[in-house]
Structures are given as C-alpha cells and as structure tokens.
C-alpha cells in the first residue's frame, strides 16, 4: 500500500502521515513533520519508511490499535520469515531489543521497525536532543522512562525496495554512535536520579536508598509481589556472593534492571553477603573442594602472600553457595511478605 504525506486514513483517525528518509537529518525532519501535524490539528503522527511497503493489512491493524491505544506509542513488528534478512541488519536488530529491555525493563521484539506511531503530546513533554537517526531510539527509551505505553503489532511479510546504502565509513559512524548512545542511556537507568515521567507510575520505591536494608523492610509492606520480591531478593544475594570485587552493584543494578526485578530490592538483599562472613565460607568452601579439608590458619602467609589462591577458592566457593545462599533468603523475603500481607488482609 502507497501513501503519500498527509493522506487522509479510515475511520476518521487524526493521524499525520509523514515518510521519512535514512538520512542524517531524520530527526529535524520528524521534528518539523510533528509541528506540521500539530498546526493541522492531528494527534498522532504516522512514520513510514520511503523505501519500505507495507500492505493494507498492515495499516489496518496499525489503525485499530491506535483507536484502542490512543496514548500509547503503536509499533510494528516486521515477518522476516522466508525473508532474505542479512545477518548484520538480523545482529543489529537483536543488539536494539537487548539495549532496549536493559535500559527500560520492556521486551520488544522489533525496536528497529520504522513503521511507528507518535501521540503527538509526549513531544510537548519530552527534552529531545538528538537530530539524526538515534532521533527514534532517543524517543522510544525516553518514552518508556516517562510511562507511556509501548504496543507492538504483528505485520505481514516485510518487504524492503532496493535501495543504495550510503558509504561503508558513514554507516560505521552512525553506529558507533548509536552504539554510545545506548551505553550512555545504560547508565542513565541505572542511576536513582528519576526519569522525567508523562504517565504518574503505578509502582514506588525503585530509587536507590541510602540505606538498603530498611528499604528492604519498608518494601515488605507495600503493595508488592511477594513473587517479585523473593525474585529479586535472591538475584542479590546470589551476585552479591560472587567474588565480583568492586562490580557488585552494577551488576545487579543492571541484571534487575534487564529482568524487570525491583532494584531497591536486589540491591538491599546483596548486603547480606557483605564481608566477612559470607566472604570467608566460600573461601572454606571453595579450600575443602581443593584440599579435602578446612582452612584453620589466618595469617600473613595464608591471606596476604596466597591473596590469590583464596581468590580462586572464593570463586569456587561461590558457584556452590551462591544458588544455596539465594534460594534460603529468597523464599525468606517470599514467607514475609507473604505474611506481612495476609496479616495486613485480617486488619483491613
């Protein structure tokens, strides 16, 4: 199906059309296509490719979840089956969906699909810097931060026109750059500072305490998943065991992160592993396993001059007691909350 800027669509939606080019001013470009739709009255605005074809289906479906999603951002996901997809645009395409869920805690199963509808008020909310092609990843992550809603919609067979690539050295340069962007975008969703949010969220107490462990506690009396707690719970515990000296808490910032898991939680449950205790039975641990038999001595030689070898036994160690150690506190976090709520249940 061929549309053409500021065509009309069925059922009376008030959408923008606007197809947009690969170039390095796709961003001003969208920009100017939002003020364009804006001035004439729209409130969504539809983003095509110019050498992509989409059927009538397709735009159908696309249509009705806008009807049924009015402030949500409607995104396709494309059919490459029996589709000639290069490996590099198929790697590239995976890469977008792994960054995607890590900085947001959302799945999607097609983040480069161009074929993508705009409500045209997070545009009025949003602080959008970027001008070129990470225009849309800029959009898409800052969106989710801000709560609006994601949808996907299943297209039909994807078909592409041929169509130069541009040279080799630009295409290396825009994603190295998009490639910085979404590390830069990484960090920034690890850190407690809040997001700049269109939707009020649902849930609270995602930010960083400076105490952890009372965090803990107040979170047993929220409104929770006591599932998701113990989940958590136990993903701390288990990173915190392992002998990931100085990377504990961006490891799990960034594993809660990508699995959806409450980060305040993970974080707070991870302090229980802190040295020496748990340090010290792993290293006994991970020394039985080598020798047969317990480390009695602590002294320069065995700690200081053999620093390394009690490194190795603490990661030998770890691999046993790590999963023993998350599975006893998660469903210790999962009991109390369990019961903290049924208790809370009889009250009210």
Not at 141 to 154: G, P, T
Request: hydrophobic share 40%; aromatic share 12%; proline share 4%.
């Amino acid at each position: 199906m061929i549309l053409t800027n500021g065509d009309e669509q069925p059922n009376g939606l008030d959408i923008w059309i606007y197809k947009a080019s690969r170039g390095i001013n796709r961003g001003n470009s969208i920009l100017a296509a939002t003020q364009t739709a804006r001035q004439k009255g729209k409130s969504h605005l539809l983003i095509l490719e110019n050498d992509e074809s989409y059927t009538a289906d397709d735009l159908q479906k696309i249509f009705s979840h806008v009807q049924k999603f009015p402030d949500a951002i409607i995104s396709g996901k494309r059919n490459f089956i029996n589709t000639n997809e290069s490996w590099s645009h198929h790697s590239w395409r995976q890469l977008s969906n792994f960054w995607f869920r890590l900085q947001t805690k959302q799945a999607l199963k097609d983040s480069t699909c161009s074929l993508r509808v705009y409500p045209i008020y997070i545009f009025n909310h949003l602080k959008l810097y970027q001008k070129g092609l990470s225009f849309e990843v800029e959009v898409l992550v800052k969106s989710s931060w801000a709560n609006i809603a994601l949808k996907e919609v299943e297209l039909g067979q994807y078909y592409r026109s041929p169509h130069h690539r541009g040279n080799f050295i630009k295409r290396l340069l825009q994603v190295f750059y998009i490639t910085i962007l979404n590390l830069h975008y990484t960090m920034r969703s690890i850190t407690p500072i809040p997001h700049r949010t269109i939707v009020r969220p649902k849930e609270y107490g995602e930010n960083i305490s400076l105490r952890p462990l009372q965090s803990l506690k107040a979170l047993l009396t929220e409104n929770k998943s006591p599932k998701q707690l113990a989940a958590a719970g136990g993903l701390g515990v288990f990173l915190g065991t392992l002998p990931l000296i100085g990377l504990h808490t961006m490891l799990i910032l960034f594993t809660s992160n990508f699995f959806r898991l409450n980060k305040v939680a993970a974080i707070s449950a991870s302090q229980l592993c802190m040295p020496p205790i748990v340090p010290a039975l792993c290293i006994e641990a991970g020394y039985y396993i080598r020798h047969g038999t317990f480390l009695t001595e602590i002294s320069l030689e065995t700690i200081g001059y053999q620093a390394f070898e009690r490194l190795f036994e603490w990661f030998i160690g770890s691999l046993v007691l790590a999963p023993l150690f998350s599975i006893i506190i998660g469903f210790a976090i999962y009991l109390t909350a369990k019961l903290i709520k049924s208790k809370k249940r009889q009250i009210a």
